[in-house]
């Protein structure tokens, strides 16, 4: 096991991970027709008549203007409850928009997968920490991400994990940071973040008295690489 007071690290009480490119090495596309074909397709089965072109301009037209009417710096969107939204107005019978937009949602996200697979130096490391109270805040959609969480047997391994879609606001927010704080009732400057974004991990968690790192840098650092 690690003690982080070996490596020149001390007063560290608790660690915040992020998820994606950290702990999950993972590749999108959501700006291709072919990401929305299968999808189009599938929804045939629930009764919702949509193009694939229509759905890729619906599905971004609704994120801005969800993101709009937040105003606020930062806010995060709900891709469920946009995709809900689409599949009602398109639908040739009775749905439930909520269920329908939660499957719709992880439709779409497999559609969009072109590469997701755990970083094995991340799960050794998650090992090696394994008895720091550890959190998880990501810019993520719970509706998705918590699964493939699971799937890759990384969930249970936290204390707290935050998603950005739950909360509301997105990194590079403070107040994202200082819910995992608070979460595991420790202080900021108890904190180590770890994350692959200098402007979205780095830069936050040291405006808030954390100490942070770059997750290559933790690799290298605990010599696990």
């Given at each position: ?5 070996e ?46 072109e ?43 928009e ?14 969009s ?16 920490l ?59 400057e108890?904190m ?27 690799w290298r650092?605990?010599?696990l690489?």
């Open positions: 096991m690690i003690e982080l007071d490596f020149g690290i001390s007063g560290i009480k608790g660690l915040i991970f992020d998820c994606y490119n950290t702990l999950i090495e993972i590749k999108t596309d959501e700006d291709s027709l072919n990401t929305y074909e299968p999808v189009s397709k599938w929804l045939i089965y629930q009764g919702v008549k949509i193009s694939p229509d759905l890729m301009r619906e599905y971004k037209n609704g994120v801005k203007q969800y993101m709009e009417r937040r105003w606020e710096a930062n806010a995060e969107v709900r891709v469920e409850e946009v995709l809900g939204m689409i599949c009602k107005n398109h639908a040739l019978w009775d749905v439930d909520e269920v329908l937009g939660i499957e719709t949602a992880r439709a779409f996200r497999a559609g997968l072109r590469r997701m697979q755990p970083f094995p130096y991340s799960l050794k490391l998650l090992q090696e394994k008895d720091y109270p550890k959190a998880v805040v990501s810019n993520g959609q719970r509706v998705f991400s918590e699964l493939e969480m699971r799937f890759f047997g990384i969930y249970n391994q936290f204390h707290a994990v935050i998603f950005s879609s739950d909360f509301g606001h997105k990194k590079p927010d403070l107040r994202i940071f200082l819910e995992a704080c608070k979460q595991l009732n420790l202080e900021p108890e180590l973040c770890i994350g692959d974004n200098y402007e979205h991990d780095i830069v936050p968690a040291t405006k808030l008295g954390m100490k942070a790192m770059h997750i290559e840098e933790a650092l605990f010599k690489v």
